[in-house]
């Protein structure tokens, strides 16, 4: 089960956390209405100190972390138990790797400019006036 968890759980975690969120337009009190990003807590907001800063909320991102590594690990663990895993092929396992780790540097990356706000957890009241789930690639028009 060991080899399992670093050579699907961890990857598989990774891939589906960045590449598929929920989404939620809310309006906030005090601050322009925002895009507020994750599942299933919110724990990414647009910054509203200059554009194209981002808001980090660390107790909703390691909180919806967690909730990801069990789902994975719960599912590898049960379809090994009840179907039997067969070893992966190291092809296969090299392309999770490397696609995470593409993933994992982007996301590095672009949480180190100066300009983003890392919290604690987020202190601001929200009403949430649409929702939906996105892909990075995908534009969402603001609802009126």
């Known amino acids: 089960m060991k080899q399992l968890i670093w050579r699907l759980v961890i990857p598989l975690t990774i891939i589906s956390f960045f590449l598929v969120t929920k989404c939620w337009f ?3 009190e005090d601050a322009p209405d925002s895009w507020m990003y994750g599942f299933p807590f919110p724990y990414l ?4 100190h200059t554009s ?3 808001q980090v909320f660390l107790k909703e991102l390691f909180m919806d972390l967690g909730i990801y590594v069990l789902f994975w690990t719960a599912t590898v663990f049960l379809v090994n138990k009840f179907l039997g895993i067969p ?8 392309i999770l790797w490397v696609i995470s780790g593409v ?6 990356w672009v949480a180190s400019m100066p300009e983003h706000i ?3 957890q987020r202190e601001f009241d929200c009403e949430v006036i649409a929702s939906g789930f996105k892909f990075p690639w995908q534009v969402i028009e603001r609802p009126n």
Not at 45 to 48: D, R
Not at 103 to 108: G, P, Q, T
């Open 26 to 28: 809310v309006a906030v």
């Open 45 to 48: 907001c647009e910054g509203w």
């Open 52 to 54: 194209l800063s981002l």
């Open 87 to 94: 070893p992966m092929p190291r092809p296969f396992t090299i």
């Open 103 to 108: 993933i994992l540097f982007a996301v590095i």
């Open 118 to 120: 890392f919290l604690i």
